[in-house]
């Protein structure tokens, strides 16, 4: 390169920001040890899930674990292993089995490296998962769920429980409420056969306390950062989130957050951010990238942009609903932000972009998931109209590498950062 | 102080320079394939452009590099090509509030503020249907050259309907109209009008409030003008040379840089 010509390479160094420096969590230590320990009892179920009396269920995200542990089920997430194979590259290969049998592709990525997985364990990190006990699967996620959880049950020739909650148009009614206590009652007689163990409303409750008090703690620690600089950035969300997805109503799951929340908080009073520089606080919508979480971030954190907070992890930072403990119950899993109304969404959205002081959002069109990503053009005007700040759109998918276009990605992160110059 | 600042737009099939001195007047301008390396295209070009109107290396006071290319580029910086086109038009069109762009491999249609800073965008995404790719096939396919499009297609009575989405799809369409006697006229018109339909249903996501300035390499296709007025009801402004308005834009900035 002549002389002239790395001046203006220097030169052009110096006119983007700096590489900025991301400032790890400590907790993240004592993340992965909680972590490592669930997967590592989950995987050796087939020794210990007999002699303990304790079965394995396969469980979606948004079912209503609680009732599970009362019976003392040990439960296996696997849209949660699916987001561990993306990060460890594994997903195109398996989603590749699950489609060679007949699959389509325009199906959940999440199901389908979940079935590939359940075909080809060789090719699953950590060998896939332990084969389940029971499927339970609840629709207020989704309607894939219904049908991926079907095959699942053919395919393990296992029981499978499902919780059918009605979508909601606006505020829960009486009839939905009635509807899924009916259901309540099946599922109860239903688990109390497969285990071997009487239900107890006070086991329930005592469950439900447990996850109150996690929950509790996840929303606050997410809530501090509303602070300016933010003191965690959205991978920081994403990677943290695990335990109030798998290890929501236990003792572990709280004491973890405990620790979280108190490092957030520390974080506040010494005014550290996530990342230095903070220029640009943004709301992200829609599942992580996971293949790509890092990389794709740090178009976003070079430029001084922070992603304050997300409508994703923001999913279980919720106040369980009053009542006794079914009604509760029965409450907050049909009132899941993804079972309710775009309007409702938008509104929830404009409150995060008011309350974190955010200058823009993004929102991810996440190919495998249709809920989420359906009504988010409609939802996307109505909050930049509402708040006057701009949302950027950008198409791929959580699991799939496949559908991550780096080219197409960084120029529309690229312009859209470049509104805020 | 300095005398010229270079714009250099770097698409995925062409290349695109703009001088402008320092009272925002363009001095000069260039395009050409990119081929393999669009860089060394892009250098040859601001040298040669730089010799035809007289001056020096040592007169330029700031170069922004935009398009696919931008990276290798040793420019001062690298701006996204919508931010780019976004400074152009409005210096060409202060009233422009819409803007088509059709380039090689992309559509795009930005918003503007009054301000003519950026409100809103879209584009394409993994999919060249629309884009002036897709006019390069089926031109091929008839065996006609791109300039002659326009002209053949405003011959045409009864355009076809081209119905693939897929430009490779809509070739073997288009040459199975061929076999089938369909005059080029006709094709042609349909053709223009499968890109048209494709870029204003974009355009309808974003904006199209007054005044719409359609530009990039494909707005001087006077086929895909008429269509494009047509699809949206309004009248387009388009600029006397289209394919270097973000490269203008590019050079705009570049005379802001200090």
Not at chain 1, 343 to 368: P, T
Not at chain 2, 252 to 258: C, F, P, V
Request: with cysteine; glycine share 8%.
């Amino acid at each position: 390169m002549s002389v002239q010509t790395q001046d203006k390479v220097q030169a052009q160094d110096k006119a983007i920001p700096k590489k900025r420096n991301y400032r790890p969590l400590r907790s993240t230590e004592k993340l992965k040890k909680t972590i490592k320990t669930y997967y590592f009892l989950t995987g050796t179920h087939r020794y210990w899930g007999k002699p303990l009396g304790r079965k394995l269920a396969w469980v979606t995200s948004g079912a209503p674990v609680e009732l599970l542990r009362v019976f003392n089920i040990h439960p296996a997430y696997p849209e949660q292993y699916a987001a561990i194979y993306s990060t460890n590259k594994a997903t195109a290969q398996l989603c590749q089995v699950a489609e060679a049998v007949g699959y389509s592709q325009d199906l959940c990525s999440y199901a389908r490296s979940n079935i590939g997985g359940v075909l080809r364990p060789d090719l699953a990190p950590m060998g896939g998962m332990p084969k389940p006990d029971l499927l339970v699967a609840c629709n207020n996620i989704c309607g894939t769920v219904l049908k991926w959880y079907e095959a699942l049950a053919r395919h393990f020739n296992v029981p499978l429980l499902v919780l059918d909650t009605p979508y909601l148009t606006g505020e829960i009614t009486e009839q939905a409420l009635n509807y899924v206590l009916e259901q309540f009652k099946g599922m109860i007689k239903e688990l109390e056969k497969i285990t071997g163990r009487s239900f107890s409303e006070e086991e329930l409750k005592k469950q439900l306390d447990l996850s109150r008090a996690t929950t509790g703690l996840w929303k606050e620690a997410r809530q501090y950062c509303q602070a300016q600089p933010s003191p965690l950035n959205a991978p920081d969300l994403f990677i943290h989130m695990a335990p109030i997805v798998v290890l929501r109503g236990t003792k572990k799951g709280r004491d973890y957050y405990e620790i979280f929340r108190d490092e957030v908080k520390e974080r506040v009073s010494l005014g550290q951010g996530a990342i230095e520089n903070e220029r640009i606080r943004l709301v992200w919508d829609n599942i992580a990238i996971w293949p790509k979480l890092f990389n794709f971030n740090k178009m976003f954190t070079e430029r001084g942009a922070c992603f304050v907070t997300d409508t994703y992890s923001g999913g279980w930072a919720i106040d369980l609903a009053p009542g006794s403990p079914l009604e509760s119950l029965a409450v907050t899993y049909t009132e899941v932000f993804l079972n309710r109304s775009p309007e409702f969404r938008a509104q929830q959205l404009i409150q995060l972009i008011r309350d974190y002081k955010a200058h823009g959002f993004v929102m991810h069109s996440n190919r495998s998931c249709k809920p989420y990503s359906l009504v988010q053009e409609v939802i996307r005007r109505k909050v930049m109209k509402e708040t006057g700040v701009p949302g950027l759109m950008i198409e791929a998918d959580m699991a799939d590498p496949r559908a991550y276009a780096e080219e197409t990605i960084r120029n529309r992160v690229q312009a859209f950062l470049e509104t805020f110059d | 102080m300095a005398k010229v600042y270079v714009g250099v737009d770097i698409g995925s099939l062409t290349v695109k320079v703009v001088l402008i001195n320092s009272e925002r007047e363009i001095l000069a301008h260039g395009t050409a394939r990119a081929g393999y390396s669009g860089r060394e295209v892009a250098l040859n070009m601001v040298e040669s452009l730089l010799t035809e109107t007289g001056l020096k290396k040592e007169d330029v006071g700031g170069t922004v590099a935009t398009g696919y290319g931008r990276v290798t580029f040793p420019a001062d910086r690298e701006v996204s090509e919508i931010t780019c086109q976004a400074k152009g038009i409005h210096h060409l069109f202060p009233t422009a509030q819409t803007i088509i762009d059709i380039g090689g491999q992309d559509s795009k249609v930005i918003q503007l503020m009054p301000s003519g800073k950026v409100m809103d965008f879209a584009m394409n995404d993994k999919c060249a249907a629309g884009t002036g790719r897709f006019l390069e096939v089926m031109a091929s396919a008839l065996e006609v050259s791109l300039n002659e499009v326009g002209q053949l297609a405003a011959g045409s009575r009864h355009p076809t309907t081209i119905s693939s989405f897929c430009t490779v799809f809509a070739e073997s369409e288009v040459i199975g109209q061929v076999s089938a006697g369909t005059p080029k006229e006709d094709i042609l018109a349909g053709v223009c009008e499968a890109v048209a339909r494709r870029v204003s249903s974009l355009a309808q996501r974003i904006s199209v409030l007054p005044d719409l300035v359609f530009t990039g390499g494909v707005a001087r296709n006077q086929g895909v003008v008429k269509a494009l007025e047509r699809c949206l009801n309004q009248p387009l402004l388009i600029h006397s040379e289209p394919s270097i308005t973000a490269a203008l834009g590019a050079a705009l900035l570049a005379s802001q840089l200090h």
